[in-house]
């Protein structure tokens, strides 16, 4: 049963990236890529991860969702200027690489579960962290929270740094006029 | 064991429309929105892969990316402001213009 309510999420989210593509005007595809993300957090809620569901939806769909539909409503385009776009030799030969780069990973993926010698990882060397031991240490967030701050404290605080010099750099280039 | 199978063809299939947008539409925004379905798309692959083997890396990293796409879509959109201030446009055919080659 969960098996199946993942699939028929995942085809969803498959059919809303589709749609992303094809619709012409940009706000409607801005807002496609919204539930695209929503989708996907609906995956990982049907995963258990409900700390990872809920940063998805406010800085995915609250952020950066906002950010994109506030710059297309300060540039105004009306309209984009791509008429037959999709009867282009550029479409052609792109989806053509797409299909081919898609049809080679999903073979992979296809050897990885379903081969016949394929071996699963052996229980020794798979990590501790089962239903069972998350809720011992207090649940899916706290789990986590352990985990970022005791493992990967340094990334954490490189990750805070990256983000101070991405404030500053967006700031200085918003307001830089390059004919001065 | 079978979900994480449809999450990994789910991924894969996330990142080459991502793809598909960067290299067929012409519109600067719209190309970002192929950069962040990408980074979405590994992001589910992360995560899917951890709960297979029972870690907790990959929700880790996963965190880590969604602060990064933060932050690229912030300097991403302020480069695309400057480009339309300078080109009136924001399709990426019209930036053809280096900075020293103006006057020729």
Known sequence: MDNFIILIQSIITALLALFVLFSRSVLNSTLFFLSVLVSTAALYLLLNETLLASIQIIVYAGAIVILFIFT????????????????????????????????????????????????????????????????????????????????????????????????????????????? | MEKFYYLQILSAFLFCIGFLIIIVRKNIILQLIGIELMLNASNISFVSFSKQNLFLVGQVATLLTITIAAAETAIGLSILILLYRNFGSIQNEQAQILKDTKGY
Not at chain 1, 117 to 141: C, D, M, R, Y
Not at chain 1, 151 to 179: D, G, P, Q, T, W
């Open chain 1, 72 to 180: 297309i409503m300060l540039l105004n385009i009306k309209s984009d200027l791509e008429k037959n776009l999709f009867s282009s030799p550029v479409f052609f030969i792109g989806s053509i690489t797409s299909l081919l780069a898609f049809y080679m990973l999903a073979t992979s993926v296809r050897a990885h579960y379903h081969s016949p010698n394929h071996l699963p990882l052996a229980s020794s060397s798979k990590g501790i962290f089962s239903e069972q031991v998350i809720l011992t240490q207090g649940g899916n967030s706290k789990a986590i929270a352990i985990e970022l701050f005791s493992h990967y404290f340094i990334l954490f605080e490189l990750i805070s740094i990256i983000l101070l010099v991405a404030m500053v750099s967006a700031i200085v280039l918003a307001k830089r006029n390059i004919k001065q």
